[in-house]
């Protein structure tokens, strides 16, 4: 393959913000040169083979620049294709315009992939509309991170301030006082409306307002931050969006299952809140597939086949259409334990027959047996290795010949993956932490320590996605706090939203 790399911007925070092709860049990469502050979740954007290398700084020293340039033409003339991953936007006070005149240089092809630049990104998640009618007709954006120096950039303040309208600055945080200042010097009126955000687009995004003249001293001493003066900051207390939504500022923890995981990641996000990924369980297939084949091989003479979860339904489905065509199901009552569930077996092409009024074995149970149909039938039981026995042992009782059958097992993750755990639990860095079944509590436990857990999860919200859940928490001297009514992803959600509101100053994160 001939050498080429990529110049892609990853925006300034917020994996959504990179653009559609610069994902295709990333979903196609052997190497992924990056800057420090790209995030983990856009990192996995790019293969799980791929090279990814961390250069630190977006803005390095001009040797240290000069050896990233060198490294991007050494793996690019390797024949490999070559993310080079900046964070915000390539060309707006960045090193990408000398990145590529090397590249250029040494006769390697590449492609410029602009990204959203924190100048347009943060005013947008600060609710700072960076132009509005009668605000005036220019948009000055300022380079002001200068390292240590306290000192202003060296910019003609005076025009600057002439041109009026909105000006835009990244601000080292020595740099902040010396640009409001000049600015005041120079013209603008100290009471002029300016707002200072930090850590832009990001759960961690903290938004100051204030006015020219002491804004400054509100500023953080050590951090950097985007700053924004003119009468269109004045905007924040109505166009703020970012940060009023309900989990903002949460860490949450999800310790499902990484293929399983995405839904509630995405509604945990959707809302605000910072989740923290530590899958604890992996779901693999049978030891002994034999019975599994042998049901479905079978599957005609069974009357009802009961889904209980999800994992459920995708094993057997998969297995199934290995060996048959989903037309031989016809005639065979398919009963869930709920709506998603239900939901999952849509995917197949499969009306469900009944879905359980309670998320639960119980309830799937009496379900059924109101249906006047359990009686001399013959039930499949598909279900994960370790399971409760209540289900099955209720429609015995009914009169049902039930075939358990195991369409999956849950395993420990690989120890050693995924974040410090015991570190953030410790420093109280976590608000919350879900639960979405029995073997998540104990493999989260277990790699934690069982004696040590009820202590390190004594300021923690411990969230359950039902009550078997809850009742596993309770074993190892957990107390679910957070049990939703319904018992599924969107309701554990939905309660973990109710608990905070009627509790703003529970757990330790904030």
């Known amino acids: 393959m001939a050498a080429r790399v990529y110049i892609v911007g990853a925006g300034p925070g917020d994996p959504g913000l990179i653009s559609v092709r610069g994902r295709q ?56 294709v070559v993310v080079r991953l900046k964070w915000g936007d390539p060309f707006v006070f960045d090193s990408g315009g000398k990145e590529a005149i090397f590249l250029h240089e040494q006769g390697i092809p590449f492609e410029v992939v602009p990204g959203i630049p924190l100048a347009v990104a943060g005013p947008a998640y600060a609710g700072v509309p960076l132009t509005y009618p009668g605000a005036g007709d220019a948009v000055v954006i300022v380079r002001g991170h200068e390292g240590d120096r306290e000192a202003a950039a060296e910019i003609e303040w005076g025009k600057l301030s002439e ?73 924040r207390d109505h166009l703020r969006w970012f940060d009023t939504r309900p989990l903002f500022g949460r860490r949450i923890l999800v310790t499902r299952a990484r293929e399983q995981a995405r839904e509630l990641v995405h509604r945990l996000e959707a809302l605000g809140a910072e989740t923290v990924k530590m899958p604890t369980i992996r779901i693999v297939p049978p030891a002994d597939s034999g019975p599994l084949d042998t049901a479905c091989d079978e599957v005609e003479t069974f009357d009802w086949i009961v889904f209980t979860s999800v994992n459920g339904v995708q094993r057997f489905m998969r297995r199934f259409l290995e060996r048959r065509d989903v037309r031989d199901l016809k005639g065979v009552g398919l009963c869930t334990v709920g709506p998603a569930t239900a939901a999952a077996l849509a995917v197949y092409g ?38 409760r026995a209540i289900l099955a042992d209720a429609l015995r009782q009914a009169g049902a010949q039930v075939v358990e059958v195991v369409v999956y097992r849950t395993v420990a993750a690989v120890e050693g993956s995924g974040p410090d755990m015991y570190r953030l639990l410790l420093d109280r860095q976590i608000d919350a932490v879900t639960f979405t079944s029995a073997s998540t509590v104990r493999s989260f436990v277990r790699a ?8 390190l999860l004594r300021s923690t919200v411990i969230a359950a996605i039902g009550p078997v859940t809850a009742e596993a928490a309770q074993q190892l001297g957990l107390v679910a706090a957070v049990v939703p009514a319904e018992y599924t992803v969107s309701g554990l959600v939905e309660a973990l939203v109710g608990y905070f509101e009627q509790h703003p100053q529970a757990a330790a994160a904030l």
């Not at 954007?45 to 240290?64: L, N």
């Not at 074995?361 to 370790?386: C, D, K, Q």
């Open 448 to 455: 934690i320590g069982e004696e040590q857990a009820p202590d």
């Open 350 to 387: 499969v009306r469900v027959d009944l879905t359980a009024e309670e998320y639960r074995s119980e309830g799937v149970a009496e379900s059924l047996v109101r249906t006047g149909r359990v009686a001399g039938s013959r039930i499949l039981l598909p279900r994960a290795e370790v399971a």
């Open 163 to 235: 041109v009026g309208g909105t000006i835009d600055c990244y601000a080292g945080a020595r740099q902040i006082e010396g640009i409001t200042r000049a600015l005041v010097a120079n013209g603008r009126s100290p009471v002029e409306a300016a707002v200072l955000v930090y850590d832009a687009t990001t759960p961690r995004q903290r938004t100051i307002r204030g006015a020219v003249g002491d804004i400054a001293l509100h500023a953080a001493p050590d951090r950097p931050a985007l700053l924004v003066v003119g009468p269109v900051a004045g905007f």
């Open 25 to 80: 860049c990333l979903e196609r990469a052997d190497v992924v040169v990056h800057d420090h502050g790209v995030s983990a979740d856009t990192l996995l954007m790019a293969p799980e083979g791929a090279e990814r290398i961390d250069v630190g700084a977006a803005a390095p020293s001009a040797a240290d620049q000069d050896a990233i340039s060198y490294l991007v033409t050494e793996k690019a003339r390797e024949g490999r």
